[in-house]
């Protein structure tokens, strides 16, 4: 069965550092692609960053770039969003999912591959940890 965990977030305040933790179970991080996602309070769910070994390939998105960093530890089976210069518009649950990397990457648009469509219906999800940026 495959699980994902989400822990590490928090209230912080503007400017400051979270550090996100997935931990995986029941497959083969080589053979999945991994992505961070959020969904803030009215609004659509969005891809963060997204991971996939097998492709080579991370992705950001544009409102992130610089400030996030997404990593992977095999041995553990735990994908890391290191979240720094955070801004109160980074406020939302963040969730991180799984996909096979065959379903994953958009050959016809490979840097467009992180997202939710991309995850869906066919990927797994974790439950989501709450961030919360204070200005």
């Known amino acids: 069965e495959v699980q994902l965990v989400e822990s590490g977030g928090g209230l912080v305040q503007a400017g400051g550092s979270l550090r996100l933790s997935c931990q995986a179970s029941?497959?083969?991080?080589?053979?999945?692609?991994i992505g961070w996602f959020r969904q803030a309070p009215g609004k659509e769910r969005e891809g963060v960053s997204c991971?996939?070994?097998?492709?080579?390939?991370?992705l950001y998105a544009d409102s992130v770039k610089g400030r996030f960093t997404i990593s992977s530890d095999n041995a553990k089976n735990t994908v890391y969003l290191q979240m720094n210069s955070l801004k109160a518009e980074d406020t939302a649950v963040y969730y991180c999912?799984?996909?096979?990397?065959?379903?994953?990457?958009?050959?016809?648009?490979?840097?467009?591959?992180?997202?939710?469509?991309?995850?869906?219906?066919?990927?797994?999800w974790g439950q989501g940890t709450q961030v919360t940026v204070s200005s």
């Open positions: 991971l996939s070994r097998s492709d080579g390939i991370t």
């Open positions: 029941g497959f083969t991080f080589d053979d999945y692609a």
């Open positions: 999912a799984a996909v096979s990397a065959l379903l994953f990457l958009d050959r016809s648009s490979p840097r467009e591959s992180c997202r939710v469509p991309n995850f869906a219906p066919m990927g797994y």
